[in-house]
């Protein structure tokens, strides 16, 4: 992933956190005919047995792009969170426009899961997205036969991370007075991206007057 020095993210445990916070990623595999294929899913941050994270997640067995899992070419995960458009009518200066963002790639080797590891997948992907329902469900609450048939429409993998990059591009090339007003701009153009991503730039630079 190209990122300036100036916007690259590397702490480990703040990576980390955006991947549990930001966990509807986009897996991106090659086939051997060298097209890339890609898929929007949620994809789980987990320890595996031996204490290492690793990736997690499923696709429809109707999606052919499991049959590129378990492969040696690496997989591609990207996760994204707020990003915004900048104005360069916001600088007090001539400049260009330019685009605000975070997010995280992640590249690693898949296997695909047996069964049971499946199950167990699916048990704590319904429990988390369900935490904040009124009535939650859980697989728990279904009978075992209804899941495992169900089951037969997923595939599920884990990948390692073989390499975790940040980009976290947020006006840090900016003194504090353009800073501010683009943080006031974002505040103005009322959509929560801009919102969002005003927020991580004030905490970014938590000093600065607000």
Not at 35 to 64: C, R, Y
Not at 99 to 111: E, K
């Amino acid at each position: 992933m190209y990122t300036p020095k100036i916007f690259q993210e590397t702490d480990r445990d703040t990576l980390f956190q955006f991947v549990r916070d930001h966990s509807f990623a986009l897996l991106i595999t090659t086939g051997d005919d060298g097209v890339p294929v890609a898929t929007h899913l949620p994809i789980e941050l987990l320890p595996s047995a031996d204490g290492q994270f690793q990736l997690t997640g499923h696709l429809a067995k109707a999606n052919s792009q499991w049959k590129l899992l378990g492969h040696d070419t690496p997989a591609l995960a990207v996760f994204s969170g707020a990003h915004s458009y900048i104005s360069s009518s916001w600088y007090d200066h001539v400049n260009v426009p330019t685009w605000n963002y975070l997010s995280v790639q992640i590249t690693g080797r898949t296997r695909i899961l047996t069964e049971d590891e499946t199950l167990d997948l699916l048990r704590q992907q319904v429990d988390k997205y369900e935490v904040h329902s009124k009535c939650p469900v859980s697989v728990d609450s279904m009978t075992e036969g209804y899941v495992r048939k169900e089951m037969r429409g997923v595939v599920a993998f884990t990948m390692t991370i073989d390499s975790l990059q940040g980009t976290a591009k947020l006006s840090q090339n900016r003194d504090d007075k353009n800073y501010r007003n683009i943080i006031s701009e974002l505040r103005q153009q009322g959509n929560e991206n801009a919102d969002a991503t005003a927020n991580e730039m004030e905490a970014r630079r938590s000093d600065i007057d607000k």
